[in-house]
């Protein structure tokens, strides 16, 4: 009779479960790092179609004139899209323009040919205000100088100028006045659809404008501002576009205040009077905003409100640069698997309402300003520096689009109620 061999052997049962378990792993890691990854690459999901339903045709232009080889041609012809991803547009042409003499030959050209033309930088005007069908399309983003005026508190900045870049020039003496509650908008986009931002005191940008140079479709320029040509000023601020281009800006700029940071929940329909009687009248709350909860379980219902209060007029001497965003990884994973259900999405809430605050990032230390003991201290430029690359993904097959909608105050609670209603209805994508 033959010795049995020893040693041990795993069960089938006990292969399969370590086999499950380790796919498990392997595929939860792989998710993560999926919704965490940077994009690799612009995303086009071609154009969409019109309100109606109606697919939007994407024809080249017929019997097209010769493109003029003293223009700097980006692209001869081919199309275009904007960082939606949804407005893939035919067009003649785009230039590259890093002077007014590149802007006038283009329109003279644009002029003899019958060519429209439209004006595009880092193309966030969503939704095809960029350009138009065979359109030649000036790419201003190399358009982008900017000086200092200290004296007089306003800088010149070129409409390629992004307010990232900005603020990086103005920082540590100087702030933007008025600008979008994000800094990856170039000035003349900014300009164009009149933006605002976290300073309610300050409003929207027109407010910080003090003059305009626009070069008109016949290639003559004009200075225009509230003041001087007032009636091109109020076509151009706001006009997306269609009356001019934009050669140069001359805006405020403001002191680098040292702000107290605090935030606070409040219920949503509060929030007209919470404005009114302590945002309003507190004259040394240089900016805030709100974030509505999306939790399922108190959608729309809850509000955090950020609030920078000012203690002093300056930072120190030695402040440090602008800081980047952090943790920005973490952050896309959160608001990605927030799409996936309402247990995410809970857990979005949570980290924004619990969680974040262990985070803050206070730059202005404390015995710097009045003695401020246990506040987060930041200046002006920290909450306006956000260039939000969380919010990027590398996700095939969707993209993520700004929606604005401006109410008036006394018709927001009934604004947000049906909001609430109409979109308590719509599927889950889980």
């Not at 109606?52 to 199309?79: F, I, K, Q, V, Y």
């Not at 151009?236 to 680098?256: R, W």
Request: charged letters at 20%; hydrophobic letters at 40%.
């Amino acid at each position: 009779m033959g010795k049995r061999q020893g040693g041990w052997r795993p069960s089938r049962r006990l292969l399969l479960g370590a086999a499950v378990v380790g796919g498990a792993v392997l595929w939860g890691g792989n998710t993560v790092a999926r919704l965490m990854r940077n994009p690799s690459s612009a995303k086009d999901a071609g154009r969409i179609a019109d309100v109606d339903g109606h697919a939007l045709p994407l024809t080249p232009m017929e019997n097209a004139p010769s493109h003029d080889a003293s223009l700097t041609w980006l692209t001869r012809g081919g199309s275009v899209n904007d960082a939606s991803g949804l407005s893939r547009t035919p067009v003649y042409g785009m230039v590259e323009v890093s002077g007014e003499k590149d802007v006038a030959e283009a329109l003279t050209f644009a002029r003899a040919n019958g060519l429209k033309v439209s004006m595009a930088a880092v193309r966030h005007s969503m939704g095809g205000h960029a350009f138009d069908d065979n359109a030649v399309v000036l790419d201003m983003r190399k358009f982008n100088a900017v000086s200092v005026d200290a004296a007089a508190k306003t800088m010149t900045v070129q409409p390629g100028a992004t307010w990232h870049d900005i603020q990086n020039i103005l920082h540590p003496r100087f702030a933007v006045k008025a600008m979008q509650s994000t800094d990856i908008f170039s000035v003349g986009g900014s300009l164009s659809v009149n933006a605002h931002g976290m300073d309610h005191q300050a409003g929207s940008v027109a407010g910080s404008i003090r003059s305009l140079r626009i070069m008109l479709a016949d290639g003559a320029v004009l200075t225009c501002s509230a003041s001087e040509n007032t009636d091109l000023f109020r076509h151009v601020v706001g006009g997306y576009g269609l009356f001019g281009v934009v050669l140069e800006a001359t805006l405020d700029i403001v002191d680098n205040a040292v702000y107290r940071t605090s935030r606070e929940i409040i219920k949503s329909e509060e929030f007209p009077r919470f404005f009114s009687e302590v945002l309003e009248p507190n004259r040394e709350i240089g900016l805030f905003y709100g974030h509505l909860s999306t939790a399922p379980g108190n959608f729309l219902e809850d509000m955090i409100v950020y609030r920078y209060e000012k203690v002093a007029e300056q930072p120190p001497g030695d402040q440090p640069p602008i800081g980047e965003p952090g943790a920005v990884g973490v952050k896309r994973l959160i608001m990605n698997l927030a799409k996936w259900g309402a247990p995410f999405q809970e857990l979005k809430w949570f980290t924004e309402k619990t969680l974040e605050p262990r985070f803050e990032s206070c730059t202005v230390a404390r015995t710097a300003a009045m003695g401020e003991g246990e506040a987060c201290l930041v200046t002006r430029n920290n909450p306006m520096h956000d260039s939000v690359p969380y919010l990027f993904n590398d996700l095939a097959g969707e993209t993520d689009i700004l929606h604005e909608y401006f109410v008036p105050r006394a018709a927001y609670n009934a604004y947000i109620a049906e909001v609430r209603a109409i979109l308590h209805n719509q599927p889950c994508r889980c």
